[in-house]
């Protein structure tokens, strides 16, 4: 499967800081559709994301009934991104 949204970073300053981008809802169902057969663990789904010219893997975290995606910091860095900033990702699920 494979998906492609916009979506503003935040930044969560829990006990482990990290930034991340909300799935939109639409592609959190999409997502959830599939999640038992794709899950490692936890609701946790693995994927291979890219924003610009940087491509990573990653596993999507659960939360509020939908999913976010973590942006490295070396992703964060290699495409000069902020909080607040808006960013297209490409999403493909790992099988």
């Known amino acids: 499967m494979e998906l492609e949204f916009s979506g503003e970073i935040w930044f969560w300053r829990g006990p482990t800081p990290h930034h991340f981008v909300t799935v939109?809802?639409?592609?959190?169902?999409?997502?959830?559709a599939i999640s038992?057969?794709?899950t490692y663990g936890w609701g946790m789904i693995p994927v291979t994301a890219r924003?610009?010219?940087?491509t990573w893997t990653t596993s999507l975290f659960p939360k509020d009934g939908g999913y976010i995606v973590p942006i490295k910091a070396v992703v964060?860095?290699?495409e000069e991104?902020?909080?607040?900033?808006?960013?297209?990702?490409?999403?493909?699920v790992d099988t």
């Open 24 to 32: 939109p809802e639409d592609q959190a169902a999409d997502l959830a």
């Open 51 to 54: 924003i610009g010219a940087t």
């Open 76 to 78: 964060q860095r290699a």
């Open 81 to 92: 991104l902020d909080v607040g900033d808006v960013v297209s990702i490409r999403l493909t």
């Open 36 to 38: 038992r057969q794709v």
